[in-house]
């Protein structure tokens, strides 16, 4: 699930308008007609079960059985929502539950409607791929959308939908045309569909036909809220916009876009990939202005005047809002690629590729930096592409084979009704209808099994409503011993496999339960894995609910009854080219099956594991949540594409931190928390989001690895927006020997630092500030990185230029070309009404031949200690900070004027000084740092109030040095190291009670170290302040 967040402003004002038929009670489903349609899943036996629902409950229902014609003349709207509802679904007020799924299936034909189809929780609506059936709106369509998926009733607060869109999981949409062109272009607006959703949730095979008269107002697709999500083939035609959307997080694939006016609008968006997007002849492609990051690849846009709109600037607030990659983008007839929202081009477009463009905040690895132009695509392995684009392949439907091709599980034996042990039948009809060459159709239902599940290669598995494979009994439950639940192939075969539409879960204690083990080498096609989830706990049958795994905040007993699983997936070795399509691996949060969604803690050790040594695995829009130790890892492998992936910490960490309750595995690389947290502060031994170790061609399109929570407590703030985002202090791991390495648009919500290399903070989030996540837009390791401290920040300041557009790429030197004794204090706001500096002088040949050497030399000739330069050629000197100046909010992203006299420097800005400090006679400047670290200046300090929290270095007071504290701080997980009073050592991630840079500069911070005479260690109430992994002078932490 995701965090709550209410609904963007634009659908309050719809609420009113929004209707919906909830009639109770409808006809029994009869028994199976023979229809028309050759689509075998029309004309197989429907006898899924659903074990929990009321007697007589019925799964598969044919909107015909209950009365719709589809003739295009009828109203078939009460027909349909009668077939959606019967049987006491959880619809209007019910919050959430799995006892009554699910599947609507249309025939053939065209459904009138005259008001919303209104989804039920749990349910799969699906038509005839052979033949779309269309559902058509009337000339007097009265309601928000043709298919309302979760509708505005109003009966709490009129803003509210009815379920909480973050916690509506497990349904699809597939195979329709819906036709809104009798809707008059006078009417208010009406959607297509309206899906705020979340995890396992998808649309497929969707065209949406709208109108194309002017002044219409019909949206395709629109999406306010939710975590999260899928959604692919899907074509718009017509209409005012396209798709509007806002979502946590989304992966959107193969959508088409005709003639719209705006194909997409991007409202909120964390993280979120557009991949294989085609937009054709539309006034304007895709609309970023209010997107948080977004990324755009292997695309094209056609016939539309402006390709990308955004409100990126370099002065904007928060700072890495509207974070864009476009990679592999092929524009034909489009005069503007990307433009700003005051209108100027920021990309001339034309009939061109564009390899890769960008812009937000970058690590390359050293950073960050603001950035705005084109970059080095990243280095795609051959094994992940077809032709120049990644390989993609939705998920099959067999629309082409006979019924006779199937063989169902509930035929062959197997009960599915949550009780009876159906290992043995389930088997039998896997081995026997693949070694046949059949289809293996799991009916709904909850197949109990106390062995392992073997799929052999050549297997292809299919579920009808989310069928749930559970594994039960001690079989499981040895955490010294795990085995799978399902196991894919045995180690060292080959083969291809297809698996998609199910669910694999556990019942009860099941510590040695690995639910998905994936062994099979495949060549040629690679094996697929669509919409298969595993799910723990949190449900009915799993007796792993609210009764028996409560929230023990106050208490620190781990509930060994509750050990859910060892892992969800691990992808073995010799394991290869395997497919995976929106899958949400999930150890619940919360019980699905509780009228309050009350949480739960459940454990679950590990998440999706891959450790291939072949590599080539393709992610495409999956979700990895609550896992003890991690939720992804890949180890020793190769190409890997991955986008987007999602995460959640657990919510009950750090009651208890990881690894409890599970002992550390060496031979699975498990995180070594005792080792790696020893001496740290903070919420170290909380799980990992993402872990690579010893890999290479590790490509991710967007990540987004959140932590809500401090034990169970989701109102303490520590994943506040702009707050102190410290619900934990690490989520990306990197170890051993790395190579191309690459996260685009990397999101994270409460934590401290977003990527860690072995041991070294690369990346701290309160630098990459977004509205709500913190975004990296572009994070690259160094080729051939591991086991070595990363370099320093780069100390150049470029420019480059592509096509009529200049996009400045800056980078504040760490130490920057200066004068002896001149220390560079940082980026610094200034006023024409009350100049932080208040003389300006002169340089020897004017303002043309500024440079910061020159501009110190005037200063300190003219009996100045600080010296700053300005807009390109300005010079200003002073003895102290006046008029309330300081380091600039936006720390160093308007400070990027090169200098009129030495173009590599950069001499500060628009009201932008870059400011320097000579040092005084009393004391020695501080001298060069330990590789990663940064002076950032001399702050202010009280001893009522500390800036930083106190260390002892080893030694003690008199072995003080600035390397002794920056090594302590280092070790104990901190990225501010500050030295005061010659031997005083203080560290922290943030400068507490108010402390800034000292109003006199450098003037106070003149006491040697005691360890080392030859270095500066602050003063009285003075602290020399140093930052591990950011350049000098950006915003203090």
């Avoid at 102190?724 to 990306?732: A, G, K, L, T």
């Avoid at 401290?752 to 990296?776: H, K, P, R, T, Y």
């Avoid at 030859?1014 to 000098?1032: F, H, K, P, V």
């Amino acid at each position: 699930m995701g965090f709550i967040r209410s609904a963007v402003l634009a659908v309050l004002a719809l609420a009113a308008t929004c209707q919906g038929v909830n009639t109770p009670g409808a006809k029994a489903e009869s028994t199976v007609e023979k229809r028309a349609s050759t689509y075998w899943y029309e004309n197989i036996a429907h006898q899924g079960v659903a074990p929990f629902a009321p007697s007589g409950y019925t799964v598969y229902r044919n909107v015909k059985d209950f009365g719709a014609k589809g003739d295009g003349v009828t109203d078939d709207t009460a027909a349909i929502n009668n077939a959606i509802l019967s049987g006491g679904r959880c619809g209007r007020l019910c919050t959430s539950s799995t006892l009554t799924p699910a599947i609507v299936y249309f025939p053939a034909g065209t459904y009138l409607i005259s008001t919303p189809i209104i989804d039920q929780y749990l349910t799969n609506i699906v038509g005839d791929p052979t033949n779309l059936p269309t559902i058509k709106a009337t000339a007097g369509f009265n309601g928000i959308a043709l298919i309302d998926g979760d509708t505005y009733y109003g009966d709490n607060n009129p803003n509210d939908p009815n379920w909480i869109s973050t916690n509506v999981f497990y349904r699809q949409v597939r195979n329709f045309k819906l036709d809104m062109t009798s809707i008059p272009a006078s009417a208010p607006r009406i959607y297509g569909i309206h899906w705020p959703t979340a995890q396992a949730t998808s649309l497929q095979n969707i065209q949406v036909t709208m109108s194309t008269a002017s002044g219409n107002q019909q949206v395709g697709l629109f999406v306010e809220n939710g975590s999260a999500g899928f959604l692919t083939d899907m074509t718009f035609n017509g209409g005012l916009i396209g798709a509007s959307v806002g979502n946590q997080q989304y992966t959107m694939r193969n959508l088409v876009f005709n003639n719209c006016g705006t194909a997409i609008v991007s409202g909120f968006t964390w993280e979120w990939v557009y991949q294989g997007i085609s937009i054709n002849n539309c006034q304007l492609g895709i609309d970023i202005t209010a997107a948080e990051s977004i990324t755009l690849i292997d695309s094209s846009i056609t016939g539309t005047p402006v390709g990308i709109k955004t409100s990126f600037s370099a002065n904007q607030s928060p700072p890495t809002a509207n974070s864009l990659i476009v990679e592999n983008l092929s524009l034909n007839n489009v005069p503007v690629a990307i433009q700003s929202a005051s209108g100027a081009t920021l990309l001339a477009g034309g009939t061109t590729t564009i390899a890769a463009w960008g812009q937000g905040h970058q690590y390359v690895p050293g950073g960050p930096t603001t950035f705005q132009g084109s970059i080095t695509p990243n280095s795609r392995p051959a094994s992940l592409l077809s032709g120049s684009k990644y390989y993609t392949r939705s998920k099959p439907q067999y629309e082409t084979l006979p019924v006779s091709s199937f063989r169902s599980v509930r035929s062959a034996g197997a009960t599915g009704n949550a009780v009876t042990d159906d290992t043995a039948a389930l088997q039998n009809v896997i081995n026997s209808a693949t070694a046949a060459g059949q289809v293996v159709y799991f009916d709904a239902g909850i197949y109990r099994i106390t062995k392992t599940l073997s799929i052999p290669p050549g297997a292809k598995l299919v579920g009808e409503e989310y069928p749930i494979i559970m594994s039960s009994g001690s079989f499981f439950n040895d955490q010294n011993n795990p085995k799978p639940v399902v196991q894919v192939g045995t180690p060292g075969q080959s083969g291809q496999v297809e698996w998609s539409d199910m669910i694999v879960a556990t019942q009860g204690t099941q510590a040695g339960a690995v639910l998905i083990e994936w062994n099979l080498n495949t060549s040629g096609t690679p094996s697929g894995m669509w919409d298969v989830h595993t799910r723990i706990g949190g449900f009915k049958g799993s007796n792993l609910q609210v009764a028996q795994c409560p929230v023990t905040a106050s208490s620190s007993a781990v509930n060994t009854a509750c050990i859910g699983a060892y892992m969800s997936m691990h992808v073995t070795a010799g394991a290869s080219n395997l497919y995976m399509e929106n899958n949400w691996f999930w150890t619940a949060d919360h019980d699905i099956d509780d009228s309050s969604n009350t949480q739960i803690t459940i454990f679950n050790g590990r998440g999706l594991y891959i450790e291939s040594t072949a590599g080539t695995f393709w992610l495409v829009g999956t979700a990895v949540e609550h896992h003890t130790l991690y939720q992804y890892q890949f180890a020793n492998t190769q190409n890997i594409y991955a986008g987007v992936i999602q995460t959640e910490t657990p919510y009950y960490q750090p009651n208890p931190n990881a690894p409890t309750p599970f002992a550390v595995n060496t031979a699975l690389n498990d995180p070594d928390f005792a080792t790696s947290c020893a001496g740290k502060s903070g919420r170290c031994a909380d799980a990992w989001g993402l872990r690579i170790l010893s890999s290479k061609n590790v490509l991710i399109y967007a990540a987004g690895l959140y932590s809500f929570f401090e034990n169970n407590d989701g109102n303490s703030g520590c994943d506040a927006a702009l707050g102190p985002e410290n619900c934990q202090n690490n989520i990306v791991d990197l170890e051993g020997t790395l190579s191309n390495i690459g996260i685009y648009n990397l999101g994270t919500v409460g934590v401290v630092n977003q990527v860690v290399e072995n041991g070294n903070v690369l990346a701290i989030a309160s630098a990459n500030v977004n509205a709500f996540a913190d975004i990296v837009a572009l994070f690259r390791l160094a080729s051939g990185s591991g086991g070595v401290t990363p370099p320093p920040p780069s100390s150049s300041t470029t420019k480059s230029t592509t096509g009529p557009t200049t996009m400045s790429t800056i980078t504040t030197s760490s130490s920057p070309p200066k004068q002896t004794g001149w220390n560079f204090l940082g980026c610094y706001s200034d006023n024409v009404n009350g100049r932080t500096l208040g003389n300006q002088v002169q340089v020897p040949g004017g303002a043309s031949a500024m440079s910061i050497d020159a501009c110190e030399a005037a200063c300190k000739s003219a009996g100045y200690t600080i010296a700053g330069v300005e807009y390109s050629g300005e010079c200003w000197c002073d003895n102290k900070v006046q008029n309330g100046g300081g380091p600039a909010p936006d720390g160093n992203a308007q400070c990027t004027m090169t200098c009129s006299g030495a173009p590599q420097q950069t001499c500060g800005g628009p009201n932008r000084l870059d400011v320097y400090s000579l040092a005084t006679s009393t004391g020695s400047a501080p001298p060069p740092v330990a590789t990663g670290w940064n002076f950032r200046g001399c702050y202010t300090d009280s001893v009522d109030a500390r800036a930083l929290i106190a260390e002892s270095v080893p030694g003690g007071p008199t072995s003080m040095t600035v390397e002794a504290c920056q090594t302590v701080c280092k070790g104990l997980g901190y990225v501010l190291a500050g030295l005061e009073f010659a031997d005083e050592c203080y560290c922290g991630n943030s400068l507490a009670n108010g402390a800034t840079i000292a109003p006199d500069g450098n003037a106070q911070c003149n006491m040697n170290c005691a360890g080392n005479a030859a270095e500066t260690c602050g003063g009285s109430n003075r602290l020399d302040i140093y930052s591990y992994g950011q350049a000098n002078g950006t915003q203090p932490l």
